[in-house]
């Protein structure tokens, strides 16, 4: 059964720029999660779909954090503009359903903002 | 607000010793009480998770201790062995809701 596939790996930008992450879960799973995970601490969810839907968004810095599910598939998580203080690893994770609390994660964006 | 504390950050054990690691919460409305093993480079992945029905689950050389009334849990890993060195997070969730809320972590070394 393939992982969680996430893209790219790394990433460096420079403050006030834009960056984009891409997520493709689990085959058949519902239930897509954005985590964020900064040095030295445990993930932060940001936002969860369940299908396309947003489900809790309630700790996205709505104001430069955006995140998407076309088709209840694949996402994609943008940050514009970044700001020093979003370095971290950014981890996308999938389930099977809103009711499955198994989570798979995949091996995360590490994103540097100089 | 840190709902989750977990004790020690980093934990050195050697090999064949027991490894213990503790986790707190404050919210009493948490029902399912994962943790999660994460190796470096990639994500976390789920170890063993346990529910307040019970106060101890065991699979292989992993085991949940859950006290409900001290609202503590803790993982003990049994014969450590250095495949075990990680960083292992504790997390917690509300019934019928995934936003699990992660301990902070503890990096455990197992020593040869």
């Known amino acids: 059964e393939a992982g969680v596939a996430q893209s790219p790996r790394y990433k460096i930008i420079e403050k006030r720029q834009s960056v984009a992450f891409w997520c493709n879960p689990i085959?058949?799973?519902?239930?897509l999660y954005w985590y964020q995970q900064i040095l030295g601490q445990g993930p932060k969810l940001l936002i969860q779909?369940?299908?396309?839907?947003?489900?809790?968004d309630s700790q996205l810095p709505k104001d430069r954090f955006s995140a998407e599910r076309l088709k209840g598939v694949d996402s994609t998580l943008k940050i514009q503009p970044a700001k020093l203080e979003d370095s971290a690893v950014y981890l996308c994770?999938?389930?099977?359903?809103?009711?499955?609390?198994?989570?798979?994660f995949g091996s995360g964006t590490q994103l540097s903002v100089l | 607000q840190q709902q989750v504390k977990q004790s020690p950050q980093s934990l050195i054990v050697q090999k064949g010793g027991i490894s213990i690691i503790n986790c707190a919460y404050e919210n009493t409305a948490f029902d399912y009480f994962p943790w999660y093993q994460q190796f470096p480079g990639k994500g976390p992945a789920l170890l063993i998770a346990?529910?307040?029905?019970?106060s101890e689950k065991k699979e292989g050389r992993f085991t949940i201790s859950f006290n409900k009334s001290a609202k503590q849990f803790s993982l003990h890993i049994m014969d450590s062995q250095p495949g075990d060195s990680a960083t292992y997070f504790c997390?917690?969730?509300?019934?019928?809701?995934?936003?699990?809320?992660f301990g902070q972590g503890t990096r455990l070394t197992i020593n040869p």
């Open positions: 779909f369940q299908n396309n839907g947003v489900v809790d």
């Open positions: 085959s058949g799973h519902a239930t």
């Open positions: 346990i529910r307040p029905d019970v």
């Open positions: 997390a917690a969730s509300k019934r019928g809701a995934q936003k699990l809320v």
């Open positions: 994770a999938s389930s099977l359903t809103v009711n499955n609390e198994k989570l798979f």
